[in-house]
């Protein structure tokens, strides 16, 4: 059966400052070597303090949009996966509506941390081919460097923020949606969460005290977990599409350290020249990775007619998801 859903088009944005990994090293006992051996990160970008999720999404929102050739009066939903919202609630998304003028649209915030991007696809996929929306703006964006903490050498080093997006539409031809996976693994929450801020932990002088309001990560178990998922949940959105590792032509994974990236790879059979890599630039960008990702290489013309791409991320919850799309 034809696929009902396509991309219409993709946009990102990232803040001008930069912060290189020198940078870091004045503010905590780390080096250029470590950050660079252990991740293959070499800078990030920092947002300015008045420019929140909701603007990142809005110009990433409207690249999208210029690329698929849409009004934003032309959408009907808006989903911006984050979880570096301006406001605990309502959804930053409904600021992203204010800022686009995309007053016919209904919108909403998902929750699904680094795989949040390949979530909202899955989604607005599922709800084109039923027909309940036409055009979807999905959004993943995030203020990263407004949760990590400053004095943890751990996790500072290895976040930043950006945004990226994509239109989701009926598919006439280009970008067709052919598969995707998604999964959680709830029993392991606490791997990787924000403990202060919600309602388990609300802010108080000694939950900021005990610096609870930043994020917090094991890391090796994180490494262990990702290794593991990537390459499987890139493996079930292929078989659902019927297709092999050699079919594919572009690898997009969530960029979060070089390490993980070259073992999905391995795990795929996939020559490192086929997997598409922008971390050194920008860091982790949790649900912003994969759109900044996807745009960067429609920019660099490596997504040609035909050409099959897979998306894969993992994240906090655990979650982790896949899309297999075609050119
Ligand atoms: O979107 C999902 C988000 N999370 C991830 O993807 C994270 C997955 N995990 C990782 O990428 C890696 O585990 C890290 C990059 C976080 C850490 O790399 P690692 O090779 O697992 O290092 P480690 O945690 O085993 O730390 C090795 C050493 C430790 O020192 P000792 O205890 O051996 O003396 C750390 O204290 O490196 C030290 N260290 C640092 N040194 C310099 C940790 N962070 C730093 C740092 N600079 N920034």
Same mark, same amino acid.
């Given at each position: 059966? &034809?696929?009902?859903?396509?991309?219409?088009?993709?946009?990102?944005?990232?803040?001008?400052?930069?912060?290189?990994?020198?940078?870091?090293?004045? +503010?905590?006992?780390?080096?250029?070597?470590?950050?660079?051996?252990?991740?293959?990160?070499?800078?990030?970008?920092?947002?300015?303090?008045?420019?929140?999720?909701?603007?990142?999404?809005?110009?990433?929102?409207?690249?999208?949009?210029?690329?698929?050739?849409?009004?934003?009066?032309?959408?009907?939903?808006?989903?911006?996966?984050?979880?570096?919202?301006?406001?605990?609630?309502?959804?930053?998304?409904?600021?992203?509506?204010?800022?686009?003028?995309?007053?016919?649209?209904?919108?909403?915030?998902?929750?699904?941390?680094?795989?949040?991007?390949?979530?909202?696809?899955?989604?607005?996929?599922?709800?084109?081919?039923?027909?309940?929306?036409?055009?979807?703006?999905?959004?993943?964006?995030?203020?990263?460097?407004?949760?990590?903490?400053?004095?943890?050498?751990?996790?500072?080093?290895?976040?930043?923020?950006?945004?990226?997006?994509?239109?989701?539409?009926?598919?006439?031809?280009?970008?067709?949606?052919?598969?995707?996976?998604?999964?959680?693994?709830?029993?392991?929450?606490?791997?990787?969460?924000?403990?202060?801020?919600?309602?388990?932990?609300?802010?108080?002088?000694?939950?900021?005290?005990?610096?609870?309001?930043?994020?917090?990560?094991?890391?090796?178990?994180?490494?262990?977990?990702?290794?593991?998922?990537?390459?499987?949940?890139?493996?079930?959105?292929?078989?659902?599409?019927?297709?092999?590792?050699?079919? +594919?032509?572009?690898?997009?994974?969530?960029?979060?350290?070089?390490?993980?990236?070259?073992?999905?790879? &391995?795990?795929?059979?996939?020559?490192?020249?086929?997997?598409?890599?922008?971390?050194?630039?920008?860091?982790?960008?949790?649900?912003?990775?994969?759109?900044?990702?996807?745009?960067?290489?429609?920019?660099?013309?490596?997504? &040609?007619?035909?050409? &099959?791409?897979?998306?894969?991320?993992?994240?906090?919850?655990?979650?982790?998801?896949?899309?297999?799309?075609?050119?």
């Amino acid at each position: 059966m &034809k696929p009902l859903a396509a991309i219409l088009g993709t946009g990102h944005y990232v803040p001008s400052r930069v912060m290189t990994n020198a940078d870091l090293e004045k +503010i905590v006992e780390t080096s250029d070597e470590w950050i660079r051996s252990r991740t293959g990160i070499r800078e990030r970008r920092i947002a300015a303090a008045d420019e929140h999720v909701s603007d990142m999404a809005t110009y990433a929102g409207k690249a999208a949009l210029e690329s698929a050739g849409i009004q934003a009066s032309e959408l009907d939903l808006i989903i911006l996966a984050t979880l570096t919202p301006d406001y605990t609630w309502p959804a930053a998304a409904c600021l992203v509506q204010r800022k686009l003028g995309a007053f016919r649209a209904s919108a909403f915030d998902i929750s699904a941390a680094c795989s949040g991007f390949v979530y909202g696809i899955s989604l607005a996929q599922a709800m084109v081919a039923a027909g309940t929306a036409k055009n979807i703006l999905v959004i993943g964006a995030e203020k990263l460097s407004a949760v990590v903490d400053w004095k943890d050498r751990n996790t500072c080093v290895l976040f930043g923020d950006g945004a990226g997006a994509v239109v989701v539409g009926p598919n006439q031809g280009r970008g067709a949606i052919l598969s995707t996976h998604l999964g959680t693994d709830g029993t392991a929450v606490e791997l990787l969460y924000q403990p202060g801020g919600g309602t388990v932990c609300p802010v108080s002088p000694e939950s900021l005290a005990e610096r609870k309001h930043f994020l917090h990560m094991n890391g090796k178990e994180v490494y262990k977990f990702a290794v593991k998922v990537m390459g499987e949940a890139a493996e079930l959105a292929m078989a659902k599409a019927g297709l092999k590792s050699e079919d +594919i032509s572009l690898f997009i994974p969530h960029q979060a350290n070089i390490r993980i990236i070259e073992a999905a790879a &391995k795990r795929l059979e996939l020559p490192m020249e086929k997997v598409f890599i922008n971390l050194d630039k920008y860091g982790n960008t949790s649900a912003a990775s994969v759109g900044i990702a996807l745009d960067e290489a429609q920019a660099a013309g490596r997504l &040609k007619r035909g050409d &099959k791409t897979v998306l894969v991320a993992f994240g906090a919850g655990l979650t982790w998801a896949s899309a297999v799309i075609e050119w």
